[in-house]
């Protein structure tokens, strides 16, 4: 059974910056496509960020440029740098799997089979 935790979250001024981790149990990481939507009150669920098994990136048009993703295989963890925050990024982000995603499928929800259980970004001054 595939279990994912997500941590990292908080409260942050405009401009400051967050590093999301998310942990994986249950699978085998290094093959296996993870990605990271977020869902706010107001907003649709929306694409942030992806990597396909092989180490390819994509990521949402609002935050490219300011966020990044990595992983470590070895720790069954990726991360999510997020620099300079704004409000309009406050929302619960979720990791999830796609063990067949390949890059194009990344920004898709409905091509992720786990969830985690999210955690709260708020961006605020």
């Known amino acids: 059974q595939v279990h994912l935790v997500e941590s990292g979250g908080g409260l942050v001024q405009p401009g400051g910056s967050l590093r999301l981790s998310c942990t994986a149990s249950?699978?085998?990481?290094?093959?296996?496509?993870m990605g990271w939507f977020r869902q706010s009150p107001t907003k649709e669920r929306e694409y942030v960020a992806g990597?396909?098994?092989?180490?390819?990136?994509s990521y949402g048009d609002s935050v490219k440029g300011r966020f990044t993703l990595s992983r470590d295989t070895a720790a069954n963890t990726v991360y999510l740098q997020m620099n300079n925050l704004n409000p309009d990024d406050t929302a619960v982000y979720y990791c999830?799997?796609?063990?067949?995603?390949?890059?194009?499928?990344?920004?898709?929800?409905?091509?992720?089979?786990?969830w985690g259980q999210g955690t709260q970004v708020t961006v605020a001054s």
């Open positions: 990597m396909n098994w092989s180490g390819s990136t």
């Open positions: 249950g699978l085998t990481f290094s093959r296996s496509g």
């Open positions: 999830a799997t796609c063990p067949r995603c390949i890059k194009s499928s990344l920004p898709r929800a409905q091509n992720y089979d786990d």
